[in-house]
Structure formats: structure tokens, C-alpha cells
């Protein structure tokens, strides 16, 4: 390694760390020399674990070994025990000692039971649960489901398309199946503004979905799911969102919930190198498309920082979403300045689940390294 060469470390193997891996080497090429440290085998493409109970198939996984090698960069199977930033290093919990220039914690969230007697969709580890519910509504087992996006959920879009998708795949069988999308949102999708809002509640109508929006539930007992000021009514089954708990990394800063708090180019505040981009970070909302964004920012102010000519700019969210609506689908995307209009044409290219600047055409291109997951 030149000796002008930044060393960076990119700890975590989803979409933060994946599109920062992509990032750094676009924009700094050999002045960078990356490391990944990442527990999994796999980059598993979560987003679309939405689709996986109602189609045969099941979601992508690419092997982190293979996108490693494919890109020329070391992928260290462990995970993060500790940050020493005085030292530049991390200990890991294989007890190995790794040194770094920069650091890029890209640690995700733990997803947790939000609402107590809940089916709780987590992702593809869920997706079977899931696809038992919709058969037992297709043969008639059950007729009443609830569909619950809990209070502290900051990106409920699965949610719909859970509820839309299991509406189009047990009608024909099941007419009189009683679906209920229950919300703590004031809106459906409030985050994509009052046009998402009105497309959404239009999908659910016409699948004949009920929505009740402002409502918080507390638990689902005794096959009643109960609302706040002790309101209920009866259902057979109820799927819900979890709830984000951040990893709390050890060696580095965190709030009461366990996210790091960062500055506006992602860097960790009271700390020397290190960033922390994705779920891990103390943002307000977490979505695999905004951990791109943030990963981009970082590559960037990292790259600048190792002699290469950008000019980094802080990180203003844009918010992308491809609702997939059992056979339909839209694309809604708001800009920083508010600006929100729900079409089904694409909005960006590749038109996929993850609109990640590197990450999206990377994986798209690199199909050949993918593999199926198992069910």
C-alpha cells in the first residue's frame, strides 16, 4: 500500500455499506484501500421480501465474498465489538485488531416486536409466516386481518404493500375476507405527502381495504387488537411493523435508543474519522435508498479528505419509494423541498426497489452473482 493511501473500514454488509464500498472507489479509485468487516455471508435484497409470500420464488442474496473479490477489496467475516478511535482501530468480535484511516459504521438497526401478539414482519426471515396468513384467508381458516404500521415507524410503505398484495392474491377465493390497515400515520405514506396519501387510500379502496389512520394499537389479545383509549375490535390474525433499536456500537456515542448521532456530512460527533451512515445512524428516517444517500455523502467527504478534487455536500434528503400494489405498481418519490407527485412511470434508472446511485446498477449488472435464498 502507497504510503498516501487512506485506509478505510466499512463495518456493514447491507445497503450503507455496499454503496459506500462503490462510492469510495468511484470517486478515489487506488487512493483508497477499503476493508469490509460484515457478520453475514450474504447482501440479502430485503425490500423485496414484501413480494416473497405470494410469488414461488424468493429474494436475491449476493455472497459478500464474491462482491469482494468481483471489486478487489478484503471482506472480513466478524462482527464489530468495539471502536478504539484514539487508536484508528476496532476490535471485533473474533478478537482481531483492524486499523483504519476512516472509519464507516454501517451497522443497520435490530428490528423488534412493536405491537405484542402481532405477527411482526421483520423481512424475508418473516415472509413464510406471512404466506401461512394469506392461505389460511384464501381457504377460508380466517377471515379478519389486521395490517399495522405502530407508532414510532418512521417508513411504513411495506406495510401497504403487504396489505394491497394480500388483498389481490385472496379476493377471487375469499370475497368476504375483512382486511384492515390500521395506522398511526395521520395519512397513509405521510411522509411522501398529500398526493401519495390519496393514491394509497385509492389502491386501498379499490382492493376494498379498510383504513383507519391516527390510531395507535397497543396490543392484539384475545383475538381483539386494542387501540388507544380503549377502543378494539375482533380480528383472527394481525401483521405489524417492528420497531428500530439502534445497535448501541461500543467506543462511539449514541442516544437513548442506540443510534449514533451524526452531523450533516455523516460524521459522528465527538469522535476523529469515523461516519456512521444507514440505519445505524440517528436520522429520522430509515429506508434503504436514504442509506445511500448518506453512504454518498461520506464516500465523498472521505475522498476529499484523501487528496481526491470534490467538493462534498452535507446530506439533503430524497425520499424514493417503488409501492408494489398486487399488479400494480407506483413509484413516489419527495424531494428536499417538499415536492411529491406518485406516477407509474419510473422516477429513477435502475427502476428497482433500492435507488442507490452505485449500488442499484452495480447489482444490477452483477446478476450472475447472485443466489437464491433458501427457503
Known amino acids: 500500500m502507497a504510503a498516501d493511501t487512506t485506509r478505510v473500514l466499512v463495518a456493514g454488509g447491507g445497503v450503507a455499506g455496499l454503496e459506500a464500498v462503490l462510492a469510495l472507489q468511484a470517486l478515489a479509485g487506488d487512493r483508497v484501500q477499503i476493508e469490509l468487516l460484515a457478520p453475514e455471508r450474504h447482501f440479502t435484497y430485503r425490500p423485496l421480501a414484501v413480494a416473497e409470500p405470494f410469488t414461488a420464488g424468493a429474494v436475491q442474496r449476493f455472497p459478500l465474498a464474491a462482491i469482494g473479490a468481483d471489486r478487489g477489496i478484503r471482506v472480513h467475516r466478524d462482527a464489530l465489538a468495539r471502536v478504539r478511535v484514539d487508536e484508528h482501530s476496532v476490535e471485533t468480535q473474533g478478537a482481531a485488531s483492524i486499523d483504519y484511516d476512516a472509519l464507516m459504521l454501517a451497522l443497520g438497526a435490530w428490528a423488534v416486536e412493536a405491537i405484542p401478539g402481532a405477527l411482526t414482519f421483520r423481512g424475508p426471515q418473516d415472509a413464510a409466516r406471512v404466506r401461512t396468513v394469506v392461505d389460511a384467508l384464501r381457504d377460508g381458516a380466517i377471515r379478519r386481518v389486521a395490517f399495522v404500521v405502530p407508532g414510532d415507524t418512521t417508513w411504513s410503505l411495506p406495510l401497504y404493500e403487504l396489505a394491497l398484495q394480500t388483498a389481490s392474491a385472496v379476493r377471487a377465493a375469499a370475497p368476504a ?3 384492515t390497515v390500521v395506522t398511526a400515520e395521520p395519512y397513509p405514506l405521510g411522509g411522501f405527502g398529500e398526493g401519495a396519501a390519496d393514491e394509497v387510500s385509492m389502491l386501498l379502496e379499490r382492493q376494498d381495504v379498510r383504513l383507519i389512520s391516527g390510531a395507535a394499537v397497543e396490543e392484539v389479545s384475545d383475538g381483539r387488537l386494542r387501540l388507544g383509549l380503549g377502543g378494539s375490535f375482533r380480528i383472527d390474525c394481525a401483521i405489524a411493523l417492528p420497531r428500530l433499536v439502534g445497535p448501541r456500537p461500543r467506543g462511539v456515542p449514541s442516544d437513548e435508543l ?6 450533516e456530512f455523516t460524521r459522528v460527533v465527538r469522535t476523529d474519522a ?4 444507514g440505519d445505524v445512524a440517528a436520522q429520522p428516517v430509515k429506508q434503504g435508498g436514504l442509506a445511500a444517500q448518506q453512504a454518498d455523502v461520506a464516500a465523498a467527504v472521505i475522498a ?6 470534490v467538493t462534498p455536500r452535507p446530506y ?4 424514493r419509494g417503488l409501492l408494489l400494489g398486487g399488479g400494480e405498481a407506483r413509484f ?3 424531494d428536499a423541498d417538499g415536492a411529491s407527485e406518485p406516477t407509474d412511470e419510473p422516477l429513477w434508472w ?3 426497489k433500492i435507488s442507490g446511485r452505485h449500488l442499484a446498477p452495480y447489482l444490477a449488472g452483477h446478476l450472475d ?3 437464491t435464498a433458501a427457503r
Not at 258 to 263: L, M, Q, S
Not at 274 to 277: E, I, N, P, T
Not at 304 to 309: D, L, S, W
Open 177 to 179: 375476507a375483512d382486511l
Open 274 to 277: 469515523v461516519f456512521a451512515v
Open 369 to 371: 452473482l447472485a443466489s
Open 304 to 309: 476529499a479528505e484523501a487528496g481526491v478534487g
Open 316 to 319: 439533503r434528503p430524497v425520499l
Open 332 to 334: 413516489l418519490r419527495r
Open 258 to 263: 442506540g443510534f449514533v448521532p451524526v452531523d
Open 350 to 352: 435502475p427502476a428497482t
